[in-house]
C-alpha cells in the first residue's frame, strides 16, 4: 500500500508539466524586437477561458498580445531593471488599449513591477532555430 502511495504521489506528478510550461529556449533565437507598455492581470480572470480556449491561471506565464499569433513565445524584459521572462502569448488584448502586453501576476512579479502596475519592456519574438543539416 505504501509503494501505491510513492506511486501516485511522487512518481506520476512528476512526469507531467502543468501550466504553460516553458520555452524550450535553446532552441529558439529572438527576432522582431518592439517596445512599448506592460501591465498585468487582475486577479478575477483566474479560471476563465483565454482567446486560445485555454484556462487563464495567474500563477502561469502567459500573456495577451494585440496581434502575435496565438500560440507565439516571446521574451520580455522591463526596460526599468533589465529583469526578463519568458511567456506564451494565448490571449488578446482589444484592439484599442495603449499596451502593448498584458502579463500575468507570476511574470510581472518576475520582471519586478507590481508595485508599479505598469512598465516599459522590449517583447522579442522567439523563433526556432533553423537547422544547420551540413554542420557536423
Do not use: C
Not at 494565448?90 to 495603449?98: G, I, T, V, W
Amino acid at each position: 500500500m505504501i509503494r501505491l502511495y510513492i506511486f501516485l504521489f511522487l512518481i506520476i506528478p512528476a512526469t507531467f508539466s502543468f501550466g504553460s510550461g516553458t520555452a524550450p529556449v535553446k532552441n529558439y533565437t529572438a527576432s522582431k524586437i518592439q517596445r512599448g507598455v506592460a501591465s498585468y492581470y487582475h486577479n478575477k480572470f483566474n479560471g476563465r477561458r483565454t482567446a486560445s480556449g485555454e484556462i487563464f491561471w495567474n500563477d502561469s506565464l502567459t500573456a495577451a498580445h494585440k496581434t502575435l499569433p496565438l500560440g507565439t513565445w516571446v521574451r520580455v524584459t522591463n526596460l526599468k531593471n533589465d529583469s526578463t521572462v519568458i511567456v506564451k502569448v494565448n490571449d488578446r488584448l482589444p484592439k484599442f488599449s495603449k499596451r502593448s502586453i498584458d502579463l500575468t501576476t507570476a511574470a510581472a512579479k518576475k520582471l519586478n513591477f507590481i508595485r508599479a502596475g505598469i512598465t516599459k519592456v522590449k517583447i522579442e519574438i522567439l523563433e526556432p532555430k533553423k537547422l544547420d543539416l551540413n554542420a557536423r
